[in-house]
């Protein structure tokens, strides 16, 4: 009865260690391939996720302070045409 139970600890370890292996290996080649996109990214001047937000919210408040200053020519452009105008 020793034997069988016997068997199946080794192969159990055997198991356990394999999985181990498995997991090390898993990890490596998640290391391997995140290096090399990362160098690939690198390469061809992408750029970041925070990089581009903060690029977008440069751009969104320029656009608003754009339109701020459009608004305020064409007050002062209105006004002196209503001051031009004779009084009948």
Not at 25 to 47: I, L, Q
């Amino acid at each position: 009865m020793q034997t069988p139970n016997k068997i199946f600890d080794e192969m159990s370890k055997l198991m356990t260690n394999a999985m181990g292996v498995a997991q090390g290996a898993r990890s490596e080649a998640e290391t391997a391939v995140k290096g090399w996109m990362d160098r690939w990214f690198a390469e061809r001047d992408f750029v970041t996720r925070e990089e581009f937000d903060a690029v977008k919210a440069m751009a969104l408040k320029a656009r608003e302070e754009n339109e701020a200053l459009k608004a305020r020519l064409d007050a002062m452009a209105a006004k002196p045409a209503k001051a031009a105008k004779p009084k009948a």
